[in-house]
């Protein structure tokens, strides 16, 4: 589904990602990890087209399209949906009204028909249930005036909403308590399935005691320079990101 | 005309004589320049259009849609015969019928104070050539159930001189609704000047809704004295017109007295809006809420400034005052002038303006949520107009502006549905 070859890609001029080599298939769940500053964001974002991060180098095939030449929008159409580590506050747009243009937008671009109101409200109801979203939040403004883990929550709510054949998750665990967290990983959960693949950008494991990854990748300085499975994982939280670093540079 | 009438408009007529227009040598008028006016009008700019008839399918089609009101019709500056039949307690007479009528009665919605803030020659022009309005009465206690809606209709060249009055009751509450339009291809001017008496408890709801006909002039101002608990809550809108100019002057001059002045103005092309506000705080323990919003586009321009006075001995005084102002392109140019003037010790104040453009983390998220770059703009320009609406009273009316301004933004109409 996703494959990145030898991504490079910079931000004001400096290099943050310096040759990315990574592939996902469909029903996959990735986890990619990683010390602060290694370039975990700024591949979610480059991957999700946010405006200012320049690609110098290598290649992004999703599903046999060259992803670097879609805008934010068509990548949203494709399937691809971010999960933002940082959501927006948008006052005065209204989430069910985002949603259900986003939706439209993307099901007008698969050649389907519009949904109505209602039907729209329908998906909205069982979707709500997925990650315990309260509906006084969903008709509120985008975001405004949300805590930290209703935000989050909304984020995988969208998702849940969206149904991207790409989710990519920046750092959806970060902020949260952990009940918080175990509701935003039941959603994630029940979210997987064999047409989707899932990447998970993390700092810290416990994110994956409750979402099991088929693959972890240990992202470092722009690199990707170790990938396990979910005892990787296990690992890198009782000794830290340090052993691994040395370990590369040998 | 009777003698008392015709002295005082002679007197006006004098002031305008000696004063002229302002021009922008006035500070208050630095970037409104009313030479535009007479260089289009002629240096004979005020001399009143023709009476003219409307078919009822044009005033439908003028109307807002779905607005359960008391309607009266201004064609070109004069009422139309045809009142609604009002409530006990509630009296509207024409201008025009007061000055044939009740020379006491008209020489009160004439009355003219030089000494009043951002007082100019054209209120004596005003003064001098008003031909009809609208007197309203509400009686002590009343509470209207319906909002009286002045609709003005500019439908050729020429100058409509309005001038209303409305003198609430103790404890009255009423919503009017001024709302000036036009279908003249000729360039024109509404020229009006509202006067607003609150006694103490009153309250009134004032829309001031300015879409007028791209050629149009429009010359506004509303004048208001409010008395102890009393409230007035403002909304007025720039949307029409060439060249606008609206003055809001409240005195707070009761104890607990409280106001709020919301605006939008969203215009491009070449056009023209400046929204003066003054608010005098006269009295302690008054509260003025003040958010005026811009979105400009093309090569428009503009003006808003907002004077806070708060006068010594006016202790407890609660004053809040924004402007924000989104610039669509690079060539429009807004000039905001916050000003807050303490006098009293005991005073809470906070002011601001902002003139900025888009924020991109906004128009990205959207964008990554499937809406492509021109509705995710249009969809965070609509919120940020809106934002000055939300206190309106009517839904009728919030959704007919929320809808004329999604109609002037690009693709617009394919947001209908937020509204």
């Given amino acids: 589904m996703l494959k990145i070859e030898n991504l490079h890609a910079s931000v004001d001029g400096k290099e943050i990602l310096k040759g990315i080599d990574l592939e996902i298939n469909a029903g996959e769940v990735h986890a990619i990890m990683g010390p602060n500053g290694s370039g975990k964001s700024t591949l ?19 599903n046999d399209k060259n992803l670097l030449e879609l805008s934010p929008e068509e990548r949203a159409w494709e399937g691809i949906f971010l999960a933002f580590q940082y959501p927006v506050e948008i006052p005065g747009v209204n989430n069910v009204y985002l949603l259900k243009a986003g939706l439209n937008a993307i ?68 902020g949260l308590d952990i009940d918080a967290l175990k509701v935003v990983a039941g959603g994630v959960n029940k979210l997987r399935s064999k047409e989707r693949a899932i990447v998970m950008i993390t700092h810290y494991q416990r994110l994956l005691d409750y979402i099991e990854p088929d693959a972890v990748h240990v992202l470092a300085d722009g690199r990707i320079v170790k990938t396990g499975d979910k005892s990787l994982a296990l690992e890198l939280e009782k000794r830290g990101y340090d052993w691994v670093l040395e370990e590369t540079r040998v | 005309m009777t003698q008392p009438i015709k002295m005082l408009r002679d007197a006006a007529w004098q002031v305008y004589e000696q004063t002229g227009l302002p021009t922008t040598r006035n500070e208050d008028w630095k970037y409104t320049d009313l030479s535009r006016l007479t260089a289009v009008l002629g240096e004979t700019w005020w001399t009143p ?59 009160k919605a004439l009355e003219m104070d030089e000494k009043t803030p951002l007082f100019n020659g054209a209120i004596a022009v ?5 031909s009809d309005g609208a007197c309203i009465c509400i009686a002590d206690g009343v509470k209207l159930d319906k909002p009286l809606y002045l609709l003005h209709v500019a439908t050729s060249g020429g100058a409509s ?49 300015q ?9 506004g101002r509303v004048d208001v004295k409010q008395l102890r608990n009393s409230r007035f809550v403002s909304h007025s809108l720039a949307l029409g017109a060439a060249l606008s100019r609206v003055d809001i002057a409240v005195s707070l001059s009761g104890v607990n007295a409280s106001c709020v002045l919301n605006g939008l103005y969203l215009i491009g092309g070449r056009q023209h809006a400046d929204h003066h506000t003054r608010i005098d705080h006269a009295s302690p323990d008054c509260t003025s809420q003040e958010t005026y919003k811009g979105v400009l586009s093309g090569r428009a321009h503009a003006v808003f400034n907002g004077k806070v006075v708060v006068h010594e001995g006016a202790d407890g005084t609660d004053a809040k005052q924004s402007n924000g102002n989104l610039l669509l392109s690079d060539h429009a140019e807004v000039d905001t002038k916050p000003e807050l003037e303490i006098y009293a010790d005991e005073v809470k104040c906070a002011h601001g303006a902002t003139v900025g453009q888009l924020d991109l983390e906004q128009l990205f998220y959207l964008q990554s949520r499937g809406l492509d770059k021109t509705s995710a703009k249009n969809v965070l320009t609509f919120a940020f107009a809106d934002d000055a609406l939300t206190q309106m009273i009517s839904a009728p009316v919030r959704r007919y502006l929320e809808r004329a301004a999604l109609k002037r933004l690009p693709q617009g109409d394919e947001l209908q549905e937020m509204v």
């Fill in chain 1, 44 to 62: 979610s974002n480059v991957l999700a087209g946010r405006p200012g991060y320049d690609v110098t180098e290598g290649a992004v095939h999703y």
């Fill in chain 1, 107 to 174: 099901r007008k671009h698969r050649g389907e028909s519009e949904l109505d109101a209602m039907d729209f409200m329908s998906i909205i109801r069982e979707k709500m249930k997925l990650v315990d979203m309260d509906e006084s939040l969903v008709r509120r403004s985008v975001n405004e005036g949300f805590s930290g883990g209703e935000k989050k929550r909304n984020e995988i709510f969208q998702m849940a909403v969206l149904e991207p054949k790409l989710a990519i998750l920046d750092e959806t665990d970060s």
């Fill in chain 2, 49 to 107: 259009s023709h009476a003219a008839d409307l078919d009822k399918e044009t005033v439908e089609e003028q109307s807002i849609p779905e607005l359960d009101a008391y309607r009266l019709i201004f064609i070109n500056g004069r009422f139309q015969e045809d009142m609604p039949n009002l409530p006990e307690g509630v009296s509207v007479v024409p201008l025009s019928t007061l000055l044939v009528s009740d020379a006491d009665k008209a020489a």
């Fill in chain 2, 126 to 130: 005003n003064t001098a050539m008003a």
């Fill in chain 2, 161 to 209: 001189h309005i001038r209303h009055g409305i003198w609430m009751g103790r404890g009255a509450t009423a919503h009017v609704i001024e709302h000036y339009v036009g279908n003249s291809t000729d360039a024109g001017l509404t020229h009006n000047v509202t006067l607003v008496h609150l006694d103490e408890a009153a309250t009134l709801y004032h829309d001031r809704l």
């Fill in chain 2, 211 to 219: 879409l007028e006909a791209e050629k149009q002039f429009h010359l």
